[in-house]
């Protein structure tokens, strides 16, 4: 519990570093565990005051249901505002289409519509829930990331961190990344959701699914599946790691129930959550880096 409460500390002052030092920041919030647990840092870092940033959340339209229930629940019970940034009416306005129609993953294209809402908004600051044991790429980023014009990450372009000091001075068409939880662990998120007793989307919690098993993956039915003539569909007991675009989405075996049995359960895993569950992550080595090179989160 103290590791958990020096980790809570960290997260809490650098979030006020950044609502001090930006004059238009976001937090990026789609209804997963670790914007959830940011969701409540915040709240402990700026409560009883409203949050000085509002939540944004960039919509694939390809959300499970459940996931985007408890999202417009969630921000109703915080009473602060959320902003949504639409794919959809990205591909509408720019005809841009799907780069693996087989999967109608969206995923990628998820930078074009969160570089559209920065401009609009002007946001000078995205306060994300990246963390450092998602993926390699992940542990080369500065707890305050610089993105350029585009949103394109340069490593030759970051700002040194040296004894908590962190830097958020910006030029014209420049905007920052922040990532809070970026020392934090899969296992530290899940340690703090039973600590907080926090509520998640059901479907991070054992449950039966149609799934299909697909590239070592066990991919869960949904509309823009094709079922291949040689895969069979089974119902499984299954829950998902992380729940983002249900195209490119895998589930894993669990009869986990609650925090305490998922805790159990990574304990003994030697997988990431993205090696296990992200379809998009298996098309290239570098497909993390490529992505921050086009302004992903």
């Excluded at 996931?67 to 959809?88: C, I, M």
């Excluded at 989405?249 to 296990?276: D, F, K, M, P, Y």
Aim: glycine share 6%; charged share 30%.
């Amino acid at each position: 519990m103290n590791y958990l409460r020096e980790l809570e500390a960290e997260s809490i002052y650098i979030l006020r570093e950044a609502a001090a030092q930006f004059k238009r920041p976001a937090l990026l919030f789609s209804g997963g565990k670790d914007s959830t647990v940011m969701a409540r840092l915040a709240e402990k870092a700026f409560r009883p005051g409203r949050f000085p940033f509002p939540l944004l959340h960039i919509d694939t339209g390809h959300n499970f249901d459940e996931v985007l229930e408890f999202r417009d629940w969630f921000v109703d019970q915080l009473g602060e505002r959320l902003v949504v940034g639409s794919v959809e009416e990205t591909l509408a306005q720019k005809g841009i289409t799907a780069e693996h129609p087989d999967f109608h993953n969206r995923n990628r294209l998820q930078s074009t519509t969160l570089m559209d809402a920065i401009r609009k908004h002007q946001f000078d600051a995205c306060i994300g829930g990246a963390r450092r044991d998602e993926e390699k790429a992940r542990a080369k980023e500065r707890i305050f990331s610089l993105r350029g014009s585009s949103g394109a990450w340069d490593p030759n372009h970051q700002r040194p961190e040296l004894w908590n000091t962190l830097n958020g001075r910006l030029q014209h068409s420049e905007h920052m990344r922040v990532f809070p939880i970026s020392n934090w662990s899969e296992l530290d998120i899940w340690r703090y959701i039973e600590a907080e007793s926090l509520t998640l989307p059901s479907i991070y919690f054992a449950h039966n699914r149609n799934v299909i098993r697909r590239e070592g993956k066990l991919v869960p039915l949904h509309p823009y599946l094709n079922v291949g003539s040689e895969e069979f569909i089974e119902e499984l007991s299954v829950r998902f790691r992380t729940v983002g675009d249900m195209t490119c989405t895998a589930a894993v075996s669990s009869t986990a129930q609650n925090a305490a049995s998922v805790i159990e359960e990574l304990q003994t895993s030697t997988i990431s959550e993205r090696g296990e569950t992200r379809i998009d992550d298996s098309f290239s080595e570098s497909a993390m880096e490529e992505r921050k090179a086009e302004g992903y989160f």
